[in-house]
């Protein structure tokens, strides 16, 4: 009986599922919305996840064209209840731009690829089908430019992987452009022009029930808010109004290395950077430490990236001071020229014109950390961390890395912002730092979650119990503990409450959401 009774409710769901998918052909076309379906051949194509430790089904892939066609496909999947979410580039670490989850509408932005550069106010239209690469083309044939990460074929934000994961990598908006407006947005200029959320003047978007709203300072004042720092659980942008700023006249990128580094002198860099930060470091400067395994336990090699958008000749100067405070280097690289010179060689091997090559893959787990400006790290943490690099970091079988950002520092546009002018909650940092952990292959090793989790615990587990720090969502960790607070913060009520008066149905639905419930 117990068989029966099951069996009956499979086929139950199966013809609910099927009617599902029905119901949805019909109400997509109606609006001539075209979508890719389970029985389509290139389904698999068309949701394939940038990492592969996820493999996801939606019940489908829609690929408008407009905004119309955008309201058309969320009001047909919120009136089947389905989970409806956004996709431009594809980068959510844990593939939130697929649902996070099987069964989900994936609307695919990519069609929506307009940018109007608008030289009366400096402004720029752009909507969110764009990559970072076409955006900063498109910009810097005008002279300008705008914050953002590193890679060229996220969407409108950053996302490396790991032929380029040796750079500040981000995912962003729609899952990427909400992400990176909504989420965050970092790069190299974020402590001259803040985060590419912070330039947002206004935006285009989509609600749970069709509705297409704009929002800014001035109108649907709540939305404008919420979506600048959690973007994809309010609605799904069309198109930003973004500030953009002169292209710098010139610019150096840096990349030293330090081969074998040991655990005291890893250790030492480290604080090093952090007492650099401190001091009145100009915010023409972005710079980050990268950590790889060594060729032996007890060693790691260091990499410091960055670049420079100040006046040339001040270059050297800036970075003495720290660089004083380390051994000589294995090697250096300087490469100056114009700004769009260094776009290209910080997004290399990729190109800025992402139609010229399909996007990769990988196959890892991310975890960060947000250390706040006021409580930096610990002697204690540092050196715990440093050892755990050293030691564990030799033993592990994954390929990994430990990316330490400049955040903040005495000259940050991030730090510079009020608190709560925007939902993004954690303005006090110093450093972020991302952990990352891969494997050649699915599926991911179990053991690459534990030793990511280990590094972690190393900073933790030797800083006070109330110690104020806070995660990165454009690094999301689908296993995080505490993730609404360390994510959201003190943000946290106020948009679970937007969430409840502006989508109510909690359409736009994934892991690591602002939710209804």
């Known amino acids: 009986m117990a068989a029966f009774l099951l069996l009956n409710l499979a086929v139950i769901l199966l013809s609910a599922v099927a009617q599902n ?20 051949e290139n389904f ?3 949701s394939q996840a940038f990492n592969r430790r ?14 119309a066609q955008v309201s058309a496909a969320v009001a047909a999947g919120a009136a089947q209840n389905l989970e409806v979410v956004a996709r431009s580039g594809g980068h959510s670490y844990i593939a939130n731009g697929l649902g996070g989850k099987d069964g989900a509408l994936v609307v695919d932005m990519s069609k929506l690829k307009a940018i109007t550069v608008r030289s009366s106010n400096d402004t720029a239209l752009i909507e969110t089908g764009n990559r970072l690469g076409d955006v900063a083309l498109a910009l810097n044939a005008k002279g300008r430019a705008m914050p953002h990460g590193t890679c060229s074929y996220v969407s409108r934000g950053g996302g490396n992987r790991r032929t380029q994961w040796y750079a500040s990598i981000e ?16 790069g ?42 959690a973007s994809p659980s309010f609605g799904i942008v069309t198109s930003i109004e973004v500030q953009t700023f002169p292209a710098p006249p010139s610019a150096i990128v840096l990349e030293y290395t330090w081969n074998d580094l040991d655990m005291s002198t890893a250790a030492d860099s480290i604080t090093s950077f952090q007492t650099f930060a401190a001091t009145n470091v100009p915010p023409e400067l972005g710079a980050e430490l990268l950590f790889t395994k060594g060729s032996s336990s007890g060693k790691v090699n260091l990499q410091l990236n960055g670049a420079w958008y100040g006046a040339p000749e001040l270059f050297n100067a800036t970075f003495a ?28 091997p990729q190109g800025l014109n992402t139609s010229a090559a399909p996007d990769e893959f990988d196959t890892f787990y991310t975890k960060s950390l947000m250390t706040p400006s006021a409580a930096p790290m610990s002697a204690a943490a540092i050196e715990a961390f440093a050892t755990y690099m050293t030691t564990e970091g030799f033993s592990s079988t994954t390929e990994w890395f430990a990316e330490v950002e400049l955040y903040g520092g005495s000259a940050s546009a991030i730090n510079a912002v009020p608190l709560d002018s925007t939902a993004f909650a954690k303005r006090d940092t110093l450093f972020t730092i991302q952990f990352v952990s891969a494997s050649a292959a699915p599926p991911y090793p179990a053991a690459g979650f534990t030793f990511l989790d280990g590094m972690v615990a190393s900073i933790l587990n030797n800083e006070p119990a109330d110690w104020n720090y806070g995660t990165y969502l454009n690094y999301i960790d689908d296993r995080l503990l505490n993730a609404a607070n360390l994510y959201y913060g003190t943000h946290y009520p106020r948009l679970k409450a937007l969430k409840a008066a502006l989508d109510p149905k909690d359409t736009f639905r994934f892991p690591v959401g602002v939710t209804v419930a």
Not at 21 to 40: C, E, F, K, R, W
Not at 171 to 186: D, K, P, Q, R, T
Not at 321 to 344: C, H, K, Q, R, W
């Open 21 to 40: 998918i029905t119901d949805l052909q019909n109400a997509l076309s109606a609006h001539g919305v075209s979508a890719v379906y389970p029985t389509d």
């Open 44 to 46: 698999t194509i068309v």
């Open 54 to 67: 996820f493999t996801i089904s939606p019940i489908a892939v829609a690929f408008p064209t407009s905004v």
């Open 171 to 186: 995912s962003s908006v729609n899952y990427e452009l909400n992400a990176a407006l909504g989420y965050g947005g970092f």
């Open 188 to 229: 190299f200029t974020s402590r001259i022009w803040g985060l590419a959320l912070d330039v947002v003047k206004s935006a285009t978007v989509v609600l749970g029930n069709g509705t297409v709203v704009s929002a800014s300072a001035n109108v649907n004042s709540d939305l404008y808010w919420a979506i600048r720092g």
């Open 321 to 348: 001071p720290y660089l004083n405070t380390l051994p000589a280097t294995s090697s250096a690289n300087i490469f100056p020229g114009s700004y769009i010179d260094s776009v290209m060689t910080l997004a290399s």
